[in-house]
């Protein structure tokens, strides 16, 4: 990658119509499986047994799905146009105040095709949000059909008939594979529980969005905005699990490996694959009249005041990385390296 480049424009016949060939047969793999997970039986569902009269799984059946008080429907639309009414709006905005750390090259490819650095920015972190989307779902799908824990509804779906499976006390557990008497398409359904779907798209929706507001947008004149949107989207999605263990639908495991996994996918998105919402090929850092020792000395006053504690300390391993070397200088490598490390020891 020529990092030395002075002009916004780089030119490129080949590449840019490769990778996007590429990335769009991985797209295309990625939808197509989360596709077979959510609406065929390609993967069965693996067949757990029960104890007898369980309670943690008595719990009254509250109807399909679509009866809940935030049913799947409401899920996707919110999880779909939350993050992409922020993006677009942040990447508006950065684009005409023409933020630092927003701006990219123009790709020139064989006189035909203008990449606009605006639409390049859009496009990736849509793209890579949706594919998040999509790899979350397989996540989880998979996750409950290789399992097959059941829901705190299980036996009600269920409906063993306990006198012919010859139940006489609770300690009883049931393999029989035909013990239920209910609808089976329900108690298939009742048997894919962990870890929960909805928890794991909300929390990825969430995160992925939280960090994007907290990395791009720039709030210098209000301290309390980036935090009370970023708050109120993690909010959101706590709920969200919250209304799954009270409706009966999930345990508060399922729940809880639903938010990692949604989590881990987004940080890992976030700071391993699109670096932060930064550009790639990372220029020189802006120059900061400022003198290694007095930064070493007190990094909050050097440093500028309204940045998140992220920036922070990147910025404090950058003179900190400049000054173990020699005296002061700014770094000859991309420091691409260096978000994604401040924040795994974060996290
Ligand atoms: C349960 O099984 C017993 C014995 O096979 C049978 O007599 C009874 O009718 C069954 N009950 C129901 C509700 O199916």
Redesign the pocket.
């Known amino acids: 990658m020529a990092v030395e480049e002075k002009s916004n424009v780089k030119n490129s016949s080949s590449i840019v119509p490769c990778f996007l060939f590429v990335e769009l047969v991985i797209m295309a793999g990625t939808v197509l499986l989360a596709y077979y997970f959510e609406y065929t039986d390609t993967f069965p569902v693996h067949i757990q047994g029960f104890f007898c009269y369980d309670k943690s799984f008595s719990k009254p059946y509250p109807g399909p799905d679509n009866t809940s008080k935030i049913p799947p429907v409401l899920i996707y639309s919110i999880v779909t146009a939350i993050p992409t009414l922020t993006i677009l709006f942040g990447e508006l905005c950065a684009f005409f105040i023409k933020a630092e750390g927003t701006q990219e090259k123009t790709i020139v490819t064989a006189d035909c095709c203008y990449f606009n650095p605006l639409l390049r920015r859009i496009v990736r972190f849509l793209g890579v949000y949706a594919f998040g989307l999509f790899t979350t779902t397989i996540f989880a799908n998979a996750g409950q059909v290789v399992t097959g824990n059941q829901t705190p509804h299980f036996l009600s779906a269920c ?1 063993p ?4 499976l010859g139940c006489q006390s609770t300690m009883q557990y049931i393999t029989e594979r035909r013990a239920c ?1 209910g609808n089976p398409l329900i108690v298939m359904s009742a048997r894919k529980s962990f870890p929960s779907k909805d928890a794991a798209l909300s929390v990825y929706s969430a995160l992925y969005t939280v960090m994007y507001v907290t990395l791009v947008f720039k709030t210098k004149g209000t301290r309390l905005t980036k935090p009370t949107i970023s708050l109120t989207l993690l909010c959101l999605a706590m709920l969200v699990g919250v209304v799954r263990v009270a409706e009966y639908r999930n345990h508060w495991a399922d729940v809880l490996a639903g938010f990692f996994t949604g989590g881990a996918i987004a940080v890992f998105l976030v700071t391993c694959v699109i670096n932060n919402f930064q550009q790639f090929q990372s220029s020189p850092p802006p120059q900061r009249p400022q003198h290694p020792e007095s930064v070493l000395g007190m990094p909050m006053v050097a440093l500028p005041c309204v940045e998140s504690p992220l920036e922070k300390l990147r910025g404090d391993l950058r003179v900190l990385r400049s000054h173990d070397h020699q005296p002061y200088r700014f770094p000859a490598t991309p420091d691409v390296l260096i978000p994604s490390r401040s924040i795994s020891s974060e996290v």
Not at 161 to 164: E, V
């Open positions: 409906r008939n306990y006198t012919a008497t």
